[in-house]
């Protein structure tokens, strides 16, 4: 059926983990989907995401982003980077607290393109607790390196660990 996800690879962290890597993007699909749901961390820290080349991470200052981060509790502002070296696909989970985690779901496109930037759209979202309010960021960002990606790594923006959480990356039917 037209539309239907594939599970490509999947990770569940139960105990402090810097990174989390998806991979196994191939040509048999178009388009690519990673959820991720109640991730928690063990230091207050927002959730980044690199691509991948050939199964590495790719560190270098490529990322260009720009999302609008959403505020239950005050105005809402844009965020946008370019020549970054990670880009944050969520905004600061509070850690230690019961019910604060991290959720969102990305699209990956042009991945297995070598003539074209990898593209990944942003739709998270997350409750505030010190804040009592809920936030989140909708956008999107590009690696602008034309080579084909096969992956995504998911870590903290500033090094810290993630705790728990589901990982999936979908291949999406065309």
Do not use: P, W
């Not at 983990?17 to 388009?31: H, P, R």
């Not at 720009?66 to 944050?88: F, G, R």
Request: net charge negative; with cysteine; aromatic share 10%.
């Amino acid at each position: 059926m037209s539309g239907s996800l594939v599970l490509i690879d999947s990770e569940t962290v139960t105990s402090s983990t810097a990174t989390v890597e998806l991979t196994g993007i191939d040509t048999t699909y178009n388009v690519y989907q990673v959820v991720i749901s109640n991730v928690t961390v063990d230091t207050d820290d927002a959730l980044s995401m690199r691509v991948t080349k050939s199964g590495t991470a790719q560190t270098d200052s490529e990322y260009d982003d720009a999302k609008k981060y959403l505020k239950s509790d005050a105005s809402s502002a844009d965020i946008s980077n370019t020549n970054a070296t990670q880009v944050d696909i969520t905004a600061t989970i509070d850690s230690g607290v019961s019910g604060a985690s991290g959720n969102g779901t990305y699209f990956l496109f042009n991945f297995t393109n070598a003539s074209e930037y990898s593209f990944v759209t942003i739709d998270s979202v997350h409750f505030q607790y010190n804040d009592d309010c809920a936030r989140g960021f909708i956008g999107g960002f590009v690696h602008t390196v034309s080579s084909a990606s096969d992956g995504v790594q998911i870590k903290t923006n500033g090094g810290n660990n993630m705790e728990s959480g589901e990982f999936k990356l979908y291949g999406i039917v065309k």
